[in-house]
């Protein structure tokens, strides 16, 4: 039980965990503090050349201006759509909190399954998203703003898109019947995987590095499809795109 001391921690902080404020709050904490190293990244870019070899499209650096108005629309939609939907969540489904940790094989089995299903949903709504002219307008549009990413326009998007994310990134784990760990460990390398693929950076340690077989796609894969709007549709893995002849 390599993960019991972790959760007998975790449950200590009960009260936290059975805070209505508690999803809304952790969401925005850890999407902000994975955006912050590639925002450092991007300002000392423009300053230390070494930085920017890693950058995929070195020619383009995010303003200050076009930074703040991503931040101002993620604070925007914690706000009103994010909040009041985890609240619901939390309303309709009471925190349980088991008293054993589960296995360490188990949790990283069960997270990579719920990223490879998280995957294949995401990449059905997209490609619709963007073979129907009329969805891909109204809905999909807004976070094609940025032909270059970087980090903070990860959740750059539609209240529609965002809702949608969320419904899937809930519902697998609960499909599943994850324990709490396994739930937040999912949550947590959603979000980490969806700013890296925003980054804007290949770095060394990046992902799609350390997968072999180019079995994942990462920053350079989603980056493409900023630029090129008609490949890549799947945000991580690469076979959906390479079945549907959309790599
Ligand atoms: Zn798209
Ligand atoms: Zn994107």
């Known amino acids: 039980m390599a993960l019991q001391p972790l959760w007998d921690f975790a449950r200590m902080q009960e009260p936290l965990f059975r805070s209505p404020f508690f999803?809304?709050?952790?969401?925005?904490?850890?999407?902000?503090?994975?955006?912050?190293?590639?925002?450092?990244?991007?300002?000392?870019?423009?300053?230390?050349?070494?930085?920017?070899?890693y950058k995929l499209q070195p020619q383009s650096s995010p303003t200050l201006r076009m930074m703040a108005l991503c931040v101002a629309q993620s604070l925007y939609h914690h706000v009103v759509c994010?909040?009041?939907v985890t609240t619901a969540h939390w309303y309709w489904r009471r925190v349980s909190l088991p008293r054993a940790a589960p296995e360490l094989p188990s949790l990283l089995?069960?997270?990579?399954?719920?990223?490879?299903?998280?995957?294949?949903?995401y990449f059905l709504w997209h490609l619709l998203h963007?073979?129907?002219?009329w969805l891909y307008k109204t809905f999909h549009k807004v976070h094609h703003k940025h032909t270059s990413t970087f980090a903070l326009t990860t959740q750059y998007s539609s209240t529609w898109e965002l809702l949608?994310?969320?419904l899937f990134t809930a519902i697998i784990p609960m499909m599943l019947k994850f324990h709490p760990l396994t739930e937040m460990t999912f949550f947590v390398a959603n979000i980490w995987l969806s700013v890296e693929d925003h980054s804007g950076y290949d770095l060394p340690w990046s992902t799609h590095r350390l997968v072999p077989f180019g079995l994942y796609g990462g920053a350079p894969h989603h980056d493409l499809h900023h630029q090129k709007f008609k490949f890549n549709y799947a945000p991580y893995f690469t076979h959906w795109d390479w079945l549907f002849g959309t790599l």
Not at 111 to 117: C, F, M, R, S, T
Not at 130 to 133: A, D, G, I, N, Y
């Open 23 to 53: 999803p809304a709050l952790f969401s925005f904490a850890a999407y902000t503090a994975f955006c912050l190293p590639f925002v450092a990244l991007d300002f000392f870019g423009t300053r230390v050349p070494a930085f920017r070899k």
């Open 82 to 84: 994010i909040f009041p």
């Open 130 to 133: 963007h073979r129907v002219p």
């Open 109 to 121: 089995l069960s997270v990579i399954v719920a990223l490879l299903l998280f995957d294949f949903l």
């Open 164 to 166: 949608w994310l969320g």
